[in-house]
C-alpha cells in the first residue's frame, strides 16, 4: 500500500465513486457509462459483468430504479496510484425507499481501477461485491 496518494488524485477518485452512486441512484445509465472508459468492464459478483460503455449502458439501463434508493458509500481507501492509474476499494450500504420507510437491502464493496482518459479519472474495472 502507498503511503503517500497524491491528494488530487485521491479527490478524483472520490468523486467518480460519488458520481456514479448519484447516477446509479437516479437511474442514468448514460451518466454512469459516461463514468467509465471506452473498454471498461462493470462486474456484479454473482449478476452480470458489462464490458464496453455500450453494453454499461443497457445493463445498468435494466437496473433502472422502480422506487426511490440510495447507495452510501464509505470508508474509500485508495491503495495505489501513480498519474495515470488508481486503485480504491470502499464500502457500500444500499437502500431502498418502501411503505414503512427507508431499509437497508444489501452492503457490500467496490474493487475499483481508474485510470486517466481525456484529462478525467474514469473506471476501467469495478468489481462490485455484495456480502452474503
Given at each position: 500500500?502507498t ?10 477518485v472520490q468523486?467518480a465513486?460519488?458520481?456514479y452512486a448519484?447516477a446509479?441512484d437516479?437511474?442514468?445509465a448514460?451518466?454512469i457509462?459516461?463514468l ?15 464490458e ?11 437496473f ?5 434508493q440510495?447507495?452510501l458509500?464509505a470508508?474509500t481507501?485508495?491503495t ?5 492509474e488508481?486503485?480504491?476499494?470502499s464500502n ?8 414503512a420507510?427507508?431499509?437497508v437491502?444489501t ?9 486517466r482518459h481525456?484529462?478525467a479519472?474514469?473506471?476501467q ?7 452474503e
Amino acid at each position: 500500500m502507498t503511503t503517500s496518494i497524491d491528494a488530487s488524485v485521491a479527490a478524483a477518485v472520490q468523486t467518480a465513486i460519488a458520481a456514479y452512486a448519484q447516477a446509479l441512484d437516479a437511474g442514468r445509465a448514460d451518466e454512469i457509462a459516461a463514468l467509465y472508459t471506452p473498454d471498461g468492464v462493470a462486474e456484479i459478483v454473482g449478476m452480470a459483468r458489462f464490458e464496453g460503455r455500450e453494453a454499461i449502458r443497457q445493463g445498468f439501463g435494466g437496473f433502472a430504479p422502480q422506487t426511490p434508493q440510495l447507495h452510501l458509500i464509505a470508508n474509500t481507501v485508495v491503495t495505489s496510484a501513480t498519474e495515470d492509474e488508481a486503485t480504491a476499494t470502499s464500502n457500500l450500504a444500499f437502500f431502498a425507499r418502501g411503505k414503512a420507510g427507508w431499509t437497508v437491502q444489501t452492503v457490500g464493496r467496490y474493487d475499483d481501477v481508474l485510470r486517466r482518459h481525456d484529462g478525467a479519472w474514469l473506471f476501467q474495472h469495478r468489481v462490485t461485491t455484495f456480502a452474503e
